[in-house]
């Protein structure tokens, strides 16, 4: 298992043929020819429904090929037999199978299809142990087409985790289980992220070899490469027509992540149908195009050695991430229904269940695992404590060479924050300089960065607006991978991917991210995993609202806010001045579980008094107030650029003689999880006037002004003008607001 | 002008030299060498940063080429002299100079490096008439990168569009002028769609071609080719680095779009400078593995017959859409600021602006049109009037011989709805079948495509899952393109750019586009330019909540109905049951100046008494009522599959005796845009003890159920298990809302 163990005799490997190369088949690279292995006895010779010049193909793969008589040498020489590879390799597709028989749901096509490359990676190629699934230096597997993990699940049976027995392969998609239709890192110890949403998951996967590309340049020493492993990924036909996953490829290629190793499971069938109706481009070719080393398997079926020799070929391309087409038959195996649409995403059914047994002359029980395969899996337990074993011996020793670095590393890797890191955050007064809140971000982040080790980011090309370079550090690139500041190129979905791969790779690192904040549209799929996989992603969202002015309504967020309030599990801060982007910096860091979003005003802003980092912590609080005994005549409620403008109305108002107290309201989520005590001495019941301002859409305010109370925002989209001329005509002014308030 | 009127003089240049064509280049082409006619007095040989082997560059290209001494010969022999044509070149770029320095604000860089394909484009090569930007045979034009749109309205200006005088480039980016920060079609007539949001702007213009190749298909006769086209769009580095871009071309390769020609403006810089530090893949290999032919044109700043050659290359290739990758130099003539992110974003500033009139020769005063520039582009005014003249009679013709495909491309053109389209839609009864809405969607669809020629649409790869194919009709594909189901593949976001530029072909268009309603994450950037650019499409979205069940929480919608909600312009529709369905489809095709989002269930529903297609169009109505004096004991309020769990609530409490109303909220929009009488009618102020249902985030129905009601929902993520158990667990059962309607 253990490649860096015997790498003259993997290295031997790498002479053979690999039969397929995109390279070696410059006409068609992308069209299926038969493959050469593929001689099965009911390849009859039907025809594709395409009328398209594609070679011959059989629309049903069935019959399993021949064992081989001799035993073949594997990877390490320790896979077994070739029999009981085939063996393995069948258990795993019957475990699918059955798996999803019983749940009467799922995705068995893939499984049955990937189970070749699921078996070599697992048994033969990946380091990883078992019984502890977070160990730091374990390789990374991602599926990326995450509907088959019934693979994934499989496989984590085979190898011994506890987070998968017998009875959860039986619970699959049920209540409860910890093996739910799609892969979840927080129910399944093993699962490294959260994926299903296609094409995300191979930009995961880009963020966790980037992580190892980060860290093996700060951390690995001439004479201890402590920081060393791979990062694998299957992806499928979908996941390829996402766009999301050629914004991250293309950063992996520029970013030369060698021990990236993509698995492209081609098996020309989605969901409606064969791909040669909507995805007939060269994938090969565009891979090629993004900097990628490329190779194609055309027998992803039985071509065992094949798939082997691709990935030691991978392996030896250092400098470049390697994508490996593999040719497959979804659904391999099933008689009747390989090959078609049938097979993607339903149980096969009693009767086909029962006809792929006879097929692949399987004559055991539902989820039976034959002792033989048992007991040949049975070793990773103990291999897998010894390579952490290993590691941990390695890691003695460089704590002892390198102690400095050494301690630093250790903070990555079991997320400790350091003692007193929060009083490196910046704090401010009335007196200090107006300021726009993404500059003020900016002095957080700086301040963070030397506190954190783990702390890392940047922007969707847009780090001069946002202002989220990091000062002390350069850019990390193909040539300075141990730099801090990532530079995403305008791919914004691409960077919220990559960073949910990222804050998954250790539990002390803190990738920060950045655009406009109206472009959360274009990575709100991501977003929504940040929340759903607790991903403790910091997304530093600036130009926030119609203050950005002239840029127009394309650029201006008006139903952002509201939008991101109503999603589970996510902090959405919207601080007003230094103290409060201070506390929800602070708030960011300490929640790891779940992602905060920080909208910031491309304007400046003044320092208000009664602003502060505890304030922000308890999401809503009183800034001022001049009333007695919790009844102020009206209570004026805003957030972040409007705060000020709450400000200024309150004090006009009380010199009408009001009393008037000012909320700042900076997270919802985090004043719900107050006391109900807490929440009655901020908006007393008693006090029904309330007006809420607010640059973005008025639905859902109600929950604060309630029935009597008046929300000024925003219910059309902005315009194009100068900001300053913009709030006025849309009413964001502290005379309205007093006109308002004088109106209940 | 014309292209087709003059195909042999057009043809002889194809035959010239276009330096660097990318195929011309195998072992670098997508890396800048220095252009062959680039021999400027200033490129006195600075280097790049880049540490790369990137060949030299100046990174200033200042003083511009001599004016050559003879008059060229230009595409249509009719673009005047070589003197008057750069002349025409730098009025586009002061024009875009002046109007940002004016307003202080925008971008000045990208038009002074585009101006000349801008010209060619405009001057001779678009076939448009600028007193009808409606006209339907015009030519297209998409600005991708939109945030150069001064480039735009600088040729809509000397092109003579009504749209942009004089006034309106000294108003840009002002309060009220048709000329905003980003290109926007609902302020300026000749915009076609709105773009700045990156990566769209190419997707709606494959679009755009694709309406012109289905409908021509459609439409055209051996002897009268009625629809003929060119679809252009000009793209930036942003562009091509957003994954939106590369789903939508990757269709266009798929589909052979032969008329749609892009130029991509590689000036190598983005908003965080050199784009070597996030984007070096080899963009022209990228398109060629997609299908498309592709072009390098390496000097884009004097390389005018290169230009010229290249779009006479593209439209002599038919069968494949074409890029041109056009070299440039951004913000090309400002001696100190071009080839720099400087001049990307921002005004040149007096001193710049100064420097460049002397480095350009250009003694002009601010928004000075020469003379003889503009008597040059005053020809278009009654050449474009012939054009369509011309057209007309050719309708006339057609009309004449063609009678029945005439009157259908009318309806097409107008938009005007056949009388009583609406009666095609099913009704239902009671008695009618349990079914889920998806299906009962598919009804109708394929009862509008019908009764509406313009009808058309498809999936992204979930066809058989949304359940949306038209049944009459064949798959558009290259060889079918008459046919009306799209495939789209799994590219939501390409999809939805897509239909926004389908809809914007013709009013008469009505583009369906569908995925599961979850996945409206993928492509929320693009419905959100569908509601603020008045696009009608209508948004098909299934397995609407949890009721998709095993596929779990990745594949469960929590917050989407509210994050609509919150969204200006769209309507949200979240229809019970058949007449429900039908309802939402009426409203969705009479709403052509917004977008419809129907959310469908995947779950079978029953047929509810006393739902219509009435009540939907008024967005919430009373579904049963035992009560008197519109005083209900208790309003039970409830929308799409939770009606049917309000509806048996209500007769559980009916039976113990409450008198119960029972309201369907299928729009909050529709609903909003009622009376006061009405709303007090279905909601009366006098009833306090409210609970909803519904299967989402509960934040925002405070608005109707007041501070004393109950929302029944969810606010967290979803689960894996069969749907009927995750109902139950979650509490969305009649027996739950029975019980917290009677604490109340």
Redo the contacts between chains.
């Keep these: 298992m253990a490649a860096t163990s015997s790498v003259a005799a993997a290295q031997a490997l790498v002479g053979r043929a690999i039969s397929g190369r995109a390279a070696a088949n410059p006409t068609h690279p992308d069209r299926l020819a038969l493959p050469a292995g593929f001689g099965l006895s009911s390849l009859s010779g039907r025809r594709l429904r395409s009328?398209r010049g594609r070679q011959e193909r059989s629309p049903r793969a069935a019959a399993p090929a021949q064992p081989r008589a001799a035993a073949v040498e594997t990877l390490e020489g320790k896979a077994g037999t070739a029999a009981l590879v085939m063996k393995s390799i069948n258990t795993i597709r019957f475990l699918a199978v059955d798996a999803v028989e019983k749940?009467n749901?799922?995705h068995p096509g893939l499984p049955m299809g990937c189970a070749p490359m699921g078996h070599i990676l697992y048994d033969e190629v990946m380091r990883y142990n078992p019984k502890n699934p977070y160990w730091f230096n374990r390789d990374r597997f991602v599926l990326s087409a995450?509907?088959g993990c019934m693979l994934q699940y499989a496989l984590l049976h085979l190898a011994g985790y506890d987070s998968v027995l017998d009875e959860d392969l039986k619970n699959f998609?049920?209540?409860?289980?910890r093996t739910?239709?799609?892969p979840?890192n927080f129910e399944t110890p093993g699962v490294e992220v959260?994926?299903?949403?296609?094409?995300q998951g191979i930009a995961n996967a880009v963020g966790l070899a980037l992580v190892e590309r980060h860290l093996a340049a700060r951390f690995n020493k001439p004479d201890n490469e402590i920081v060393d492993h791979y990062t694998y990924v299957i992806l499928g036909?979908?996941?390829q027509?996402?766009?999301?996953?050629?914004?991250a490829c293309?950063?992996a290629?520029?970013w030369g992540l060698g021990k990236l190793i993509a698995f492209y499971d081609d098996n020309h069938i989605?969901?409606?149908g064969d791909?040669e109706?909507?995805?007939?481009?060269?994938?090969n070719?565009?891979f090629?195009?993004?900097?990628w080393h490329t190779i194609w398997v055309k027998n992803g079926n039985t071509g065992y050695d094949d798939i082997r020799a691709a990935i030691l070929e991978a392996k030896a391309v250092k400098d470049k991430p390697t994508l490996i087409k593999v040719t497959t038959t979804i659904g391999y195996g099933s008689p009747n229904k390989a090959n078609s649409?049938s097979v993607h995403g339903s149980a096969l059914g009693a009767k086909e269940v029962e006809a792929t047994r006879q097929n692949l002359g399987w004559p055991y029980e539902p989820f039976h695992v034959p002792e033989d395969v048992k007991s040949h899996w049975s070793r990773h337990i103990t291999e897998g404590a010894a390579l952490e074993a290993q590691w941990n011996a390695k890691f003695a020793e460089y704590e002892r060479k390198y102690k400095e670095e050494a301690a630093e590393l250790k903070t990555i890797i079991s997320g400790e924050l350091p003692a007193g890191w929060e009083t490196a955050l910046p704090t401010y007064t009335p007196e200090s300089s107006a300021d726009a809140t993404r500059n003020l971000s900016q002095q957080c982040l700086n301040a963070l960065v030397n506190v954190l080790p783990g702390f890392l980011g940047g922007?969707a090309?847009?780090?001069?607006?946002n202002m989220t370079l990091l000062k002390k550090f350069g850019?990390f690139?193909k040539?300075t991978p141990e730099e801090r500041n990532l530079?995403?190129?305008?791919?914004?979905?691409?960077m919220g991917a990559i960073s949910n791969g990222i804050v998954h790779h250790s539990p002390g690192l803190f990738p920060y991210c950045a655009t406009f904040f109206?472009?959360t549209?274009?990575m709100?799929?991501a977003i929504?995993?940040s929340?759903?996989s607790e991903s403790g992603v910091i997304y530093v969202m600036t130009h926030d609202s119609i203050g950005l002015?002239?840029?127009?309504?394309?650029?201006q967020p008006?139903?952002h806010l509201?939008?991101f309030?109503?999603?589970?599990?996510i902090l959405m801060l919207r601080p007003a001045d230094g103290n409060e982007t201070a506390g929800a910096y602070k708030v960011a860091v300490l929640n790891r579980k779940r992602p905060s979003i920080l909208a910031l005003s491309r304007q400046k802003l003044p320092q208000l008094a009664g602003t502060s980092i505890e304030g922000v912590e308890k999401g809503g609080y009183i800034v001022s107030d001049d009333s007695n005994d919790n009844k102020p005549d009206i209570i004026l409620i805003g957030s972040g650029s409007e705060l000020e403008i709450a400000v200024k109305a309150a004090g006009e108002l009380r010199k009408e003689g009001k009393t008037v107290r000012v909320v700042s309201l900076v997270s919802?989520e985090l004043f719900d999880e107050q006391s109900d005590e807490y929440k009655e001495s901020v908006f007393p019941a008693a006090v029904a006037a309330r007006v809420s301002i607010e640059a973005g859409?008025t639905?859902?305010w109600?929950?604060f002004i309630?029935?009597k109370g008046k929300a000024i925002g925003i219910?059309?989209?902005g315009?194009?003008?100068?900001a300053g001329?913009?709030y006025k005509?849309f009413g964001l002014t502290a005379e309205n607001v007093v006109a308002v308030a004088k109106s209940l």
């Excluded at 315009?719 to 100068?722: E, K, L, Q, V």
Aim: proline share 4%; hydrophobic share 30%; aromatic share 8%.
């Design positions: 009328a749940a749901s799922g995450g509907h998609r049920q209540w409860g289980s739910p239709g799609h979840e959260t994926t299903g949403p296609l094409g036909d979908g996941c027509m996402e766009g999301v996953s050629n914004e293309s950063l290629g520029h989605s969901i409606d791909t109706i909507a995805f007939t481009e060269d994938v070719a565009r090629e195009a993004l900097g649409y922007s090309d847009l780090a001069s607006s850019d690139q040539s530079r995403f190129g305008v791919r914004e979905h691409g109206v472009f549209d274009y709100r799929a929504r995993i929340a759903l002015g002239e840029d127009g309504p394309t650029h008006i139903e509201m939008s309030r109503a999603m589970p599990n919802w859409a639905v859902g109600e929950k309630g029935g219910d059309r989209f315009a194009s003008a100068p001329k913009i005509e």
